[in-house]
């Protein structure tokens, strides 16, 4: 399986640097779409999740993850619901525990490896489609590409899956989003992700103490003293040693495209495994020059951005 070198992405010229290729789609970016049909489902544990449906009868469906803080109504995740719309999908959102509009009710929140959220998905909806498709982005590309690694027994049904932007090792792509030159970004996680802890702090206060906030300085700290603990692992490195989807790759039984920016701020080098290229039998590696972080911009603003014209692409083609 060989590793896709040359990539035939070429960014705007006005976007001339790898943080102008991440702010300016997640800021300035609007998409046009129908209002979804929201679902609210019952997880395993008695909490719930909410669902958004855009179908149009296909007997084919793309379900879609989203990043770190985001929900389903981020303009990556409805630009690319927008071209699997137009090339006769079903598409399903999602928002993780603690990303919707309500607090969810138990104490845990979602993490990158929460697969058992993921698999509530897909067995909800995989008896109303032939095929179903897996996106991810960044987080949820790592959710989706552990899930695929992990669970050999998941629904026949599921044909392809597509992770962008996807950090997978993460131990060491934590340390570089809280490195220097990434202050801005690790700041606004951590400002939305402490509010949430206020708010479940209310409603958990054994369970989740407010004082651990003092302690919190970078993302690893959160995962130091929030996710790992409250979600049943030691601290934040075992947190993502057992997580990291670099791990599960190998397992893979389904063609997977892997897409990640070689200037992404956010990705460590661990996280573009060229030593893996063609030893893994089905997942495809590419990695674009340039591209951000979940940026992929077209430089014609009626177009699809790259991501979205490379998924659809992968997803409907015959391999």
Known sequence: MPLIRNSNYQRPTWLFNRHLETIYPAIFRN???EKPIRERI???DGDFLDLDWYKQGSSKLVILNHGLEGNSSRAYILGMCK???KNN???LTWNYRGCGEELNHKPIFYHSGATYDLNSVIKHSEIKYDEINLIGFSLGGNLILKYLGENQNFSKKIRKGVAISVP????????????LENTLYSKRFLKTLKEKVVLKSKAH?????????????TLTDFDDYLTGPLHGFADAEEYYEI????????????PTLILNAANDPFLSELCYPTDLAGKLEKV????????????????DFEKPYYSELRAVEFISKDI
Do not use: A, R
């Open 31 to 33: 998409v046009d779409l």
């Open 42 to 44: 019952t997880t395993i």
């Open 83 to 85: 071209i699997f719309l």
């Open 89 to 91: 999908y079903d598409v």
């Open 168 to 179: 997978l090792h993460l131990s060491s792509s934590s340390k570089k989003i809280s490195s």
């Open 205 to 217: 206060p054994d369970e989740i103490p407010i004082q651990m906030l003092k302690n919190i300085k």
């Open 243 to 254: 997580n990291s989807s670099l791990y599960y790759l190998e397992k893979i039984k389904v």
């Open 284 to 299: 495809y590696f590419e990695f674009p020059k340039k591209g951000g972080h979940v940026g992929f911009t077209s430089s």
